[in-house]
T-cell receptor, first 118, second 113 residues
């Protein structure tokens, strides 16, 4: 019963490096999302996806790319890391949101990736 | 744009006393409202939600929340707090027809023995 799995758990990067944060879920959820958590600011939505092949921007998308080639995986890519991207990143999934029967389901969160950029 | 406010950064309460964590929201149309709890070095865990119906919603671990449409509030409550309730609590909201969930800044709860 894995739920949402994020790797790595910790990462230190140098400014300008690139990397991919991995997220996988085994619940067959259509909706997946990435958040960053910074002190006093709650969680802010970076990108989200409502199904394979479909992605959209959230509140703070600059500097991040995503793709959704399968239902299970939703990787987040940092193209050129900056110190402002030091944060804790959370991936979440839920059944498809909308006005359908599953539209009110809560999100399931991974345990996060703690990213430091020097 | 939708927003969620949690006016208290931290709430201190003695074990056995009532616990209240405040949340107000701004969402166009009918809101879906959620409370999550976060323990150290873990992801968020779902506590309860308001979708429609009764204004008093009961959730996990003895928590409940009261939806007040006129005050646009969704305060989290627990009648008798436990030391193990010490954690970071987040309120979240989105439009019923929307895909984006907006979180408040979080409230740290410290329950003292």
């Amino acid at each position: 019963n894995a739920g949402v799995t994020q790797t790595p758990k910790f990462q230190v990067l140098k400014t300008g490096q690139s990397m991919t944060l991995q997220c996988a879920q085994d619940m067959n959820h259509e909706y997946m999302s990435w958040y960053r958590q910074d002190p006093g600011m709650g969680l802010r939505l970076i990108h989200y996806s409502v199904g394979a092949g479909i992605t959209d921007q959230g509140e703070v998308p600059n500097g991040y790319n995503v793709s959704r080639s399968t239902t299970e995986d939703f990787p987040l890519r940092l193209l050129s890391a900056a110190p402002s991207q030091t944060s804790v990143y959370f991936c979440a999934s839920s059944p498809q949101t909308g006005q359908g029967r599953t539209g009110n389901q809560p999100q399931h969160f991974g345990d996060g990736t703690r990213l430091s950029i020097l | 744009a939708q927003s969620v406010a949690q006016p208290e950064d931290q709430v201190n309460v003695a074990e056995g006393n009532p616990l209240t964590v405040k949340c107000t929201y701004s969402v166009s149309g009918n809101p879906y409202l959620f409370w999550y709890v976060q323990y150290p070095n873990r992801g968020l865990q779902f506590l309860l939600k308001y979708i429609t119906g009764d204004n008093l919603v009961k959730g996990s671990y003895g928590f409940e929340a009261e939806f007040n449409k006129s005050q646009t509030s969704f305060h989290l409550k627990k009648p008798s707090a436990l030391v193990s309730d010490s954690a970071l609590y987040f309120c979240a909201a989105r439009r019923a027809a929307g895909n984006k969930l907006t979180f408040g800044g979080g409230t740290r709860v410290l329950v003292k023995p």
